[in-house]
């Protein structure tokens, strides 16, 4: 079974200051996607990294693919009450049919 | 405007009660997911289903069950054998392998309480 860890599971940090968010995972991919989710509400699709070494900016953040390492991150730069939110990111496999495989998530609070 | 919608927002069941939550989609996706999340928890899958007529058990199918009569729609019922039903229901679905959009798009979630 593929799976697939985030680090840190809690982020507290303060507006302005940079922090990534790291995603591992355990079988082959290059199909990576990065979600956020507002308290009580659905999720939202950030980014979709498709292939090595892919790289996708919006904003503030940016995601990046490494498959031959098996790890994508999502980088936050200065951040902003805004940001606060849940991020999971998400894996799909050709070796573990089309399901999407989900990180624990990790919980961000920008403190002013 | 194209999408997945569920319905309702909120579902209250008693004890010993079947409910079923409704998902469709107007996306002319193939695949479509349901998922719980309990709070401050990830996602976990339930039942998936790539084709009509079929459908696959996901981690936690028990208590739960699923049809696929048509490609728009994916129901989900939460049976009296689901001892602990109350949490978030989030009905995702997607394109198939060989596209570019293969991200999964999510509905606005259905929250089940039991009273």
């Known amino acids: 079974e593929l799976k697939v860890e985030q680090n840190p599971l809690f982020l507290s940090m303060q507006e302005g200051k940079n922090y990534t968010i790291y995603c591992n995972y355990s079988?082959?991919?290059?199909?990576l996607y990065w979600y956020r989710q507002d308290p009580g509400k659905s999720l939202e699709s950030l980014f979709v990294l498709l292939s090595n070494g892919a790289v996708k900016q919006e904003g503030r953040l940016m995601a990046s693919l490494d498959t031959k390492a098996r790890l994508s991150t999502l980088h936050i730069t200065a951040a902003v009450h805004d940001l606060s939110a849940t991020y999971f990111c998400?894996?799909?496999?050709?070796?573990?049919?089309?399901?999407?495989?989900f990180g624990t998530g990790t919980s961000l609070t920008v403190i002013p | 405007d194209g999408g997945i919608t569920q319905s309702p927002k909120y579902l209250f069941r008693k004890e010993g009660q079947n409910v079923t939550l409704s998902c469709e989609q107007n996306?002319?996706?193939?695949?479509m997911y349901w998922y719980r999340q309990d709070p401050g928890q990830g996602l976990r899958l339930i039942y998936y289903s790539q084709i009509v007529n079929d459908f696959q058990k996901g981690d936690i199918a028990e208590g739960y069950s699923v049809s696929r009569e048509k490609k728009e729609s994916f129901p989900l019922t939460v049976t009296s054998a689901q001892k602990n039903p109350t949490a978030f229901y989030l009905c995702?679905?997607?394109?198939?392998?060989?596209?570019?959009?293969?991200?999964?798009?999510f509905g606005q979630g259905t929250r089940l309480t039991v009273v």
């Open positions: 998400a894996v799909k496999s050709p070796y573990s049919g089309n399901q999407f495989y």
């Open positions: 996306l002319n996706h193939d695949a």
């Open positions: 079988t082959t991919s290059d199909r």
């Open positions: 995702a679905s997607s394109t198939l392998d060989g596209t570019l959009n293969t991200e999964a798009f």
